[in-house]
Nanobody
Framework: QVQLVESGGGLVQAGGSLRLSCAAS????????MGWFRQAPGKEREFVAV???????YYANSVKCRFTISRDNAKNTVYLQMNSLRPDETAVYYC?????????????????WGQGTQVTVSS
């Protein structure tokens, strides 16, 4: 079993930055695909970014060049650095993990999920 705990969410003004952390336990993240998804009220959960087991990274088009996903294997933690945040990016951000993911940008293929952390971007 893999347990994921997110932190780092909060309230930020538009244009500001936040760094989310996802601490994993039960498995080493180097053996997992690790992703970030978000869900705004009344909307479906959407893909944000993922880092594969071999550290390839993929981003949603809407966050490219503003968000960066990274991993620290020594700390068994994945990060999401978010810059130039916009009000429409207000959502609960979830960390996800899986050993195998047929489609790396699709939430349903991730087996493990954290409880989420709220990010609120004010205008």
């Amino acid at each position: 079993q893999v347990q994921l705990v997110e932190s780092g969410g909060g309230l930020v003004q538009a244009g500001g930055s936040l760094r989310l952390s996802c601490a994993a336990s039960g498995r080493t993240i180097s053996s997992l695909h690790m992703g970030w998804f978000r869900q705004a009220p009344g909307k479906e959960r959407e893909f944000v970014a993922v880092i594969s087991r071999v550290s390839s990274t993929y981003y949603a088009n809407s966050v490219k060049c503003r968000f960066t996903i990274s991993r620290d294997n020594a700390k068994n933690t994945v990060y999401l650095q978010m810059n130039s945040l916009r009000p429409d990016e207000t959502a609960v951000y979830y960390c996800a993990a899986s050993e195998t993911v047929p489609v790396i940008t699709t939430a349903k293929y991730f087996a493990y999920w954290g409880q989420g952390t709220q990010v609120t971007v004010s205008s």
